[in-house]
């Protein structure tokens, strides 16, 4: 029983780091309507840029500022050369040229650090610390930690603040947000500068976890199943999203994994996440599509 | 228009009320449409004409009351169900198929009449190709009839807005239907292009002897092409009778343009 | 001047109809079909024949595919190679386990199979639009390869989920050499891309398209939504199904697990996209260029960064080149090299006058 509650919890928590990629992720298609497939690149860009920057001397602290702006750099130069001028397209198009920005920054963050596996120590221990009886990891409770303030930080944000109102007008109707006076280029550049020191931060936990290697791109594919249990736009849904996958991801792969031959941990999620769409095409969180004839 | 005899009744809508959440879109409706009848719908705006006309072809199902469509009494039917049975429509949003060519655009208005299947299609030469031609003349017929022969290839993203709503009349005419349920079909027209609509509606109510159902705001149409008019407001029917007496009917005066409050008749005392 | 229409009167429906209706059109198909079944396997060379024009046709067969589902119906998905990778095993069992099966038979028994998967991924889209769907298409993807790679008997208990399929034999007739396998692959890639364009301007295809632009409307109307979409997962499955199998039997001759992977979902995606959503031209187009690109960049960037580059560095630059190019398309011409070859046909038109 123990052993199950360990497992449990470790899934719980670990589910707190899939939701720490799916807020980039809600941030963008909730305030612009589109979904970025490069999430999963800016994770592997922003950690392996911080990576970079410690080996040439940089103190964590400066490399950290210095990840950060190259993001905010990054952000900016998509605003301007890619969404601008698809305003208005359709959303399978905006799509598509977030996974031409995909290839696009793989390539050049690649290039320019090399692809080299490199370690990312956070002075986090990975030491287990017993409570009640359960052994939990230090390192997930400082990232279930991080995702709750950032999590807190942004539904605050959008819900109270004027800049946040006007994001969710944007992501409703570009041509309205348009009409009625909001900067659509200024809201753009900051929440997709917003979605990249997430990234960042995503980035560190995770790289510090698997390394910063290529591989880091995949973990995008895991928050999927996250965006569909919690909804595409719900920043909350992400938290849940987060944990229900995180838990059962692990509950599976223990007690049910040994049974059909393992490896199963990249499908199940999905599946269940399919099956849950069945029952709530819109997620848990998501917003009821209306159709008006 | 006047001295029209009035054929069975078609459609018979009974007791009908509808709501969404808390909002009562439609209260006990009651009317009834002959065949060959031109029936307008008016009323001020939320007045639920056009859930009306939903849950008479099936989109909405009423929570009460019933309606009895050539012969057969239901509360709901699928929308497919009710194209089918020969009821098409027009809707106030264009729900025209902007990717495609104002000729592919009548053509799906045949899709229930074409029996072919896919693997015959693929193939094309033989029974497919047959009934394609045979359709597309159909197909032309209407286009002649509303006379949209010139922009047949053109898609229909391209169009102005009044020959929009007239390839969706198309499409609904290419049904070959009984009953033909038009929602606003000329609002945002100039003159002229109502004036051609009213043409084309009386034309298909005349010569191809299609029941027509129209929610309408111009008054000057209504009068002129509807045999018979129903007021609803606040998804009420507060009026039911010919153009001439709805006009008069002291209700659907004071719904339309309001009654005058103590207040209103002060100030009007006060700078008179 | 060439490509005038002056003169050229259609009379009857069937004239109109035609899918080539203006006659220089027809004379070039006729000119094309002629080199590509006859001249090509003449004068190519056997390093063009195997390694361009066979996975150009292979694909382009699934990017036809992948157009019915996503071009004219409007779903989206991310799980072609998956089917692609079904029609592959599923032709090398049915060669393996059912004696003396004709070869075209197994193709087409492959696409059906592949077809029946793709109708079971299909169900959900009835509840499920837009990226939800995307997303149960990817999970189609993940399955299927776990599914390949762990379960033995599919790849005939080979270790590492490899298979190699038979040799091709029609009618007692050894389709061993680059001409023959060329020959063949072309043969079905033209019938197929004549089915699919037969589809798209007959009631099937209006049906699709409805459904793509608006759903609600076309219920009205009297057009069954599941069934169309069910009709265009599982047809478009079928040309994946049969992409695959040529891919094993023609093409490579053997199939890794990685071989359709989610980088080939997305190389068709990319194909259909960059070649024109909605059209049948845009297969072959978009499965062309994103054959010739990457040998074009590497050629190019070759000739311009003489000294030795780090290892990789090519490829990482000829990625971000990529991206960018895509980018780029899709802000220029979003409608892709069809809608390109459009544009010049009706320039064309009107030459030497400028409009």
Redesign the interface.
């Known amino acids: 029983m123990a052993f199950f509650v360990e497992v449990l919890v470790s899934g719980l928590l670990a589910g707190f780091m899939y939701s720490l990629v799916a807020l980039g992720f809600v941030l963008i298609y909730k305030a612009s309507g589109v979904?970025n497939f490069a999430q999963g690149a800016m994770v592997f860009a922003a950690a392996v840029t911080y990576a970079g920057l410690v080996s040439l001397g940089w103190s964590a602290w400066v490399a950290f500022a210095g990840s950060l702006l190259a993001m905010v750099v990054f952000a900016l130069a998509t605003e301007r050369?890619?969404l601008r001028?698809?305003v208005n397209?359709p959303?399978?198009?905006l799509?598509?040229?977030t996974?031409?920005?995909?290839?696009?920054?793989?390539?050049?963050s690649?290039?320019v650090w090399?692809?080299e596996v490199r370690g990312l120590d956070l002075g986090i221990p990975d030491s287990p610390l017993e409570l009640k009886g359960i052994l939990v990891s230090k390192f997930d409770l400082v990232a279930a930690g991080t995702a709750a303030v950032l999590v807190s930080v942004l539904a605050f944000f959008f819900q109270k603040t004027r800049v946040g109102r006007a994001l969710r007008a944007v992501a409703d109707d570009h041509q309205a947000a348009l009409s009625v006076g909001i900067p659509l280029e200024r809201i753009w550049a900051l929440v997709w500068a917003a979605a990249g020191a997430v990234a960042l931060v995503a980035g560190l936990l995770w790289g510090s976890r698997l390394g910063v290697q290529f591989a880091l791109t995949q973990v995008a594919?895991k928050a999927?199943?996250v965006?569909?249990l919690g909804g595409?736009t719900s920043i909350a849904g992400a938290i849940v999203g987060g944990l229900m996958i995180g838990a059962s991801e692990k509950v599976a792969e223990v007690y049910l994994g040994p049974l059909?031959?393992?490896?199963?941990e990249?499908?199940f999620p999905?599946?269940l996440?399919?099956l849950f769409?069945?029952v709530r095409?819109?997620?848990l969180f998501g917003e009821k599509?209306i159709?008006?004839? | 228009m006047q001295g029209k005899v009035p054929g069975p009744v078609l459609l018979e809508v009974r007791g009908v009320s509808l709501s969404f959440g808390g909002v009562h879109a439609l209260r006990e409706v009651d009317f009834h449409v002959s065949e060959g009848e031109v029936c307008a719908i008016i009323g001020p705006n939320g007045a639920g004409k056009s859930s009306l006309l939903n849950v008479i072809n099936g989109v909405y199902a009423p929570g009460a009351g019933t309606i009895t469509y050539a012969g057969q009494t239901r509360r709901a039917m699928h929308p497919h169900a009710a194209a089918a049975q020969g009821i098409a429509r027009t809707f106030q949003n264009i729900a025209l198929f902007k990717g495609m060519s104002v000729l592919d655009n009548v053509m799906t208005g045949r899709a229930l009449k074409m029996r072919r299947g896919v693997l015959w299609q693929a193939l094309y030469w033989g029974p497919a190709e047959k009934e394609e031609l045979e359709h597309r003349g159909r197909a032309e017929k209407i286009i002649d009839f509303l006379q949209i022969e010139h922009v047949r290839r053109t898609p229909v993203g391209r169009l102005a807005y009044g020959l929009q709503k007239r390839v969706e009349l198309a499409r609904a005419l290419a049904a070959e239907p009984r009953l033909l349920l038009l929602d606003e079909p000329m609002a945002g027209m100039n003159i002229e292009e109502k004036q051609d609509m009213c043409r084309f509606i009386l034309d298909a109510n005349d010569e191809l002897g299609v029941t027509v159902v129209l929610i309408e705001h111009d008054m000057a149409v209504v009068m002129d092409i509807a045999d018979r008019v129903v007021v609803l407001d606040y998804g009420r029917k507060i009026a039911d009778g010919t153009p001439a007496e709805v006009r008069a009917n002291p209700e659907v005066i004071a719904a339309y343009l309001g009654v005058p409050t103590e207040a209103d008749e002060r100030a009007v005392a006060g700078a008179g | 001047m060439i490509y005038r229409e002056a003169g050229q009167f259609r009379t009857t429906y069937v004239a109109d109809q035609r899918i080539f209706p203006i006659t220089q059109d027809r004379v070039a198909m006729a000119m094309l079909l002629i080199v590509a079944f006859v001249v090509v396997p003449a004068a190519a060379s056997n390093y063009v024949l195997t390694a361009l024009l066979l996975p150009m046709l292979v694909l382009a067969i699934a990017a036809l595919g992948l157009n019915i589902l996503t071009g004219y119906a409007g779903q989206f998905s991310l799980g072609t190679a998956a089917f692609m990778s079904v029609g592959a095993f599923a032709a090398y069992n049915f060669q393996l386990r059912v004696p003396g099966i004709p070869l075209l038979v197994t193709f087409v028994l492959a696409g059906l199979v592949a077809a029946g998967v793709g109708l079971v991924f299909g169900l959900p889209s009835l509840r499920i639009k837009g990226f939800y769907l995307a997303v149960a298409t990817l999970a189609a993807q993940f399955f299927v390869d776990w599914l390949f790679t762990k379960v033995a008997w599919f790849s005939n208990d080979s270790p590492s989920g490899t298979i190699t399929a038979q040799p091709m034999v029609i009618a007692g007739l050894p389709i061993d050499s680059p001409a023959r396998r060329y020959l063949l692959v072309l043969s079905i890639a033209a019938v197929l891309a004549l089915a699919a364009k037969n589809l798209s301007r007959t009631a099937t295809g209006r049906a699709w398209m409805a459904v793509r632009d608006m759903d609600v409307a076309a219920e009205v109307i009297g057009i069954p939504i599941l069934r169309t979409k069910l009709v265009a997962f599982g047809i478009s499955s079928f040309y994946c199904g049969v992409s695959g199998a040529l891919w094993a039997f023609a093409y490579l001759g053997t199939v890794e697990p990685q071989a359709f992977d989610l980088q080939r979902s997305f190389q068709i995606l990319f194909m259909v996209i960059i070649g024109g959503l909605g059209t049948v031209m845009g297969a072959f187009l978009g499965s062309a260029f994103m054959l010739l690109f990457p040998l074009f960049l590497n050629w190019v960037l070759h000739l311009i960064v003489r000294t030795e580059l780090r290892p990789g560095l090519l490829s990482q630059l000829e990625l971000v080149f990529f991206g960018a190019l895509i980018i780029v398309f899709l802000v220029v011409e979003p409608r892709g090299l069809a809608r390109l070859w459009q544009i010049t046909k009706e320039k064309l038109r009107l030459w030497p006058f400028p409009h």
């Open positions: 979904f050369f890619v001028p698809l397209q959303q399978i198009s799509f598509m040229a996974i031409g920005l995909t290839f696009v920054l793989e390539g050049l690649q290039s090399g692809s594919f999927l199943p965006l569909i595409f059909i031959g393992g490896g199963i990249n499908w999905y599946v996440a399919l769409l069945l095409p819109d997620g599509r159709e008006r004839v």
